[in-house]
Nanobody, 123 residues
Framework: QVQLVESGGGSVQAGGSLRLSCALS????????MGWFRQAPGKEREFVTT????????DYVDSVKGRFTVSRDNAKNTVYLQMNSLKPEDTAVYYC????????????????WGQGTQVTVSS
């Protein structure tokens, strides 16, 4: 079975940076497209970014373009989210997700989810 474990969350001042990691185990990582989503209190889960199995297709939600970078290291079974120039509105629980088919911005299309990691950005 597939398990996803996020790490790297924490608290940071506005303008700072964090790097999130998500490690997949149980199956061959390189066949999965990966996504990052976030959920703030009282809000629906929001798409952040997705990357396909080989990194050739990447998409971001408009609000993070130019600030966030997603990457993957298939040899380490890990996807990363580098978050720069963080804003208070980025505060949320961040989740990674995996799907066997191609990249997607739709949470319902993902098959596996991590437990989430908290990111808090103070002004």
């Amino acid at each position: 079975q597939v398990q996803l474990v996020e790490s790297g969350g924490g608290s940071v001042q506005a303008g700072g940076s964090l790097r999130l990691s998500c490690a997949l185990s149980g199956r061959t990582f390189s066949v999965y497209a990966m996504g990052w989503f976030r959920q703030a209190p009282g809000k629906e889960r929001e798409f952040v970014t997705t990357i396909n199995h080989n990194g050739g297709i990447i998409d971001y939600v408009d609000s993070v373009k130019g600030r966030f970078t997603v990457s993957r290291d298939n040899a380490k079974n890990t996807v990363y989210l580098q978050m720069n120039s963080l804003k208070p509105e980025d505060t949320a629980v961040y989740y990674c997700a995996a799907r066997l088919k191609g990249s997607s911005s739709l949470p319902d299309e993902y098959d596996y989810w991590g437990q989430g990691t908290q990111v808090t950005v103070s002004s």
